[in-house]
């Protein structure tokens, strides 16, 4: 990211989603197989250093990471970012299964239990798919993405165009639509766009209730989460 600074302040790029589901090192190697965990910290550093507004996205995970949900907080106490907890969703090739998730109210309560009444709700904007929250004096903020437990498909405006060029009218959604080849031909991806709209489910890309979100039959055909792209 650090190569492409003045890139992204060239296209007018204000604000920049992380994932780092971990702020301890051996265990980011183990979960990113990668060994960038000095080089993603120095960059989240850059970015703040060059204004950039950081969201950070963490999915939680049940004797993963859930013992670092205060040092997460910890981590806004001095950098002005926004920490976003993610409940454990189920993709393509995740093994989900819920007894793993870590729900908002266990979230919430486990930082209540450290910083009583300095935990403040912000005010949620229509559209966020976030409850937005501060610790007082703080300089970051944090907020919970609860799409488990408590989900907030009613007020969503969120379409995903991927990589390949597919939109995903919900994040959970098992359709797609190839728009890429469309344009490729040179023809109109306008109705393409409208009816990927149009065809949203109400929740959950269908998936009503806990039972349907629970069941493998619905929510094994997703993609991974790596190649929706988050
Ligand atoms: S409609 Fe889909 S993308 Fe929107 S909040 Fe619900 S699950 Fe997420």
């Not at 492409?4 to 007018?12: G, L, R, V």
């Not at 013992?67 to 920490?83: C, L, V």
């Not at 379409?159 to 469309?182: H, Q, V, W």
């Amino acid at each position: 990211m650090d190569d492409f600074i003045e890139t992204f302040k060239q296209a007018n790029l204000k604000s920049i989603n992380v994932s780092l589901d971990t702020l301890k090192k051996n265990k980011f190697n183990d979960i990113t197989k990668r060994n960038s965990f000095e080089k993603v910290i120095s960059n989240i550093d850059l970015l703040l250093k060059n204004n950039f507004h950081v969201k950070i996205n963490s999915v939680l995970v049940r004797d993963v990471n859930d013992s670092e949900i205060i040092d997460f907080i910890e981590y806004t106490r001095n950098r002005n970012i926004h920490y976003r907890f993610i409940e454990f969703m189920p993709f393509g090739g995740n093994k989900w299964d819920w007894s793993k998730g870590y729900s908002h109210a266990e979230i919430l309560s486990k930082i209540e239990n450290i910083y009583g009444n300095k935990v403040l709700k912000l005010k949620d904007k229509k559209n966020d798919t976030s409850k937005n929250y501060k610790i007082e004096g703080f300089e970051g903020t944090f907020a919970i993405i609860s799409s488990i437990t408590n989900p907030f498909c009613d007020t969503c405006n969120r379409i995903r165009l991927t990589a390949d060029g597919k939109i995903k009218n919900c994040l959970f959604s098992n359709n797609e639509t190839d728009i890429l080849s469309t344009y490729r031909m040179g023809e109109d991806i306008t109705p393409l766009i409208l009816n990927a709209i149009q065809n949203k489910k109400q929740k959950r890309g269908g998936m009503e209730t806990f039972e349907d979100i629970s069941n493998p039959d619905f929510n094994s055909k997703n993609r991974s989460m790596i190649s929706i792209g988050g």
